[in-house]
């Protein structure tokens, strides 16, 4: 099976976990986080259709 893309900055969210709790970020986190962001877009995209849309919009982010 083929890589899945990244789909956060790891930059971005390493410097956020460690301004705000001084801890660090392994790259596990990074991997996890792509998968729950791919989730919520495939859940978006589904609401998004069976609403009869062509575009996701916030409200589909529930």
């Known amino acids: 099976m083929a890589e899945k893309e990244t789909?956060?900055?790891?930059?971005?969210?390493?410097?956020?976990?460690k301004e705000t709790s001084e801890l660090k970020c392994s790259a596990a986190v990074i991997d996890v986080l792509s998968d729950?962001?791919?989730?919520?877009c495939e859940a978006a995209v589904?609401?998004?259709?069976?609403?009869g849309r062509k575009t996701v919009q916030e409200k589909d982010f529930k």
Do not use: E, Q, T, W
């Open 36 to 40: 729950k962001v791919r989730a919520l």
């Open 7 to 17: 789909l956060v900055i790891a930059s971005k969210i390493k410097s956020f976990i």
């Open 46 to 51: 589904k609401s998004a259709k069976s609403d």
